[in-house]
């Protein structure tokens, strides 16, 4: 948007009083108006809008808002699509030994219905915000050791909270990355099934190797 914005010859100041609303949003003053972009309920906090016109929203897509002195003033709807092989990936998890597999989100829970709609999924929990999916993975430990997979900046603490965090390292954010225990150097999700493999087959390898077993 950026880039399209100055090739358009627009000119674009930067930002020097943003306030940032962890999952939710971001406002900033600009030569005296007030300016937000966000979410639903992050904009109808500050215009007093309730419902929002969701008519040209496409199934599983989000909407994210402008407003400038509490008038709507830009809409963007985005959408997510899966990455290649991510249902091959799960099911070789499962068949790996991973008993359980959660899909953790800030995405509105009807978005991650559409998009995950098929997968091997145990569970969906959408609608996080930071301290949430941190909470969220605090709460999956009851059900063994964690391995979190993320990418954005949103994602940092909770990566930080896993067992093991593993971030996508070509488009991350840098937070992320240095939150994580793994980064994959390559913007492809279907590297992870392969690095598992290896590192289980290290693992028992190194228990098997003499001298390797601990003794009081």
């Not at 985005?78 to 953790?104: N, S, T």
């Not at 219905?113 to 091997?120: A, I, W």
């Not at 488009?171 to 793994?182: F, H, I, L, T």
Request: glycine fraction near 12%; proline fraction near 6%; aromatic fraction near 2%.
């Amino acid at each position: 948007m950026v880039t399209t914005a100055r090739a358009q010859g627009l000119n674009l100041p930067v930002p020097t009083d943003v306030v940032e609303t962890p999952g939710e949003g971001v406002a900033d003053t600009r030569d005296g108006d007030a300016i937000a972009v966000g979410g639903e309920g992050f904009l109808a906090a500050r215009t007093g809008i309730a419902a929002w016109d969701m008519k040209s929203q496409e199934p599983g897509a989000v909407l994210v808002a402008g407003v400038v002195d509490g008038r709507p003033a830009c809409w963007l709807v985005m959408a997510d699509c899966l990455r290649v092989g991510i249902g091959d990936l799960l099911a070789g998890q499962h068949h790996h030994g991973i008993p359980r597999i959660v899909l953790a989100t800030g995405d509105r829970h009807a978005v991650e219905m559409s998009v995950s709609q098929g997968l091997p999924l145990d569970a969906v929990h959408a609608d996080l915000t930071p301290d949430q999916m941190v909470l969220r993975m605090l709460s999956e430990r009851k059900n063994g050791p964690v391995m979190m997979v993320g990418d954005g900046l949103n994602d940092a603490p909770a990566l930080a909270t896993a067992g093991v965090g593993v971030v996508m390292g070509a488009r991350s954010a840098a937070a992320s990355a240095e939150a994580a225990y793994v980064v994959l150097l390559v913007d492809r999700l279907d590297r992870l099934l392969p690095a598992l493999v290896d590192a289980r087959g290290a693992s028992r390898s190194k228990a098997s190797s003499p001298g390797s077993a601990c003794r009081s």
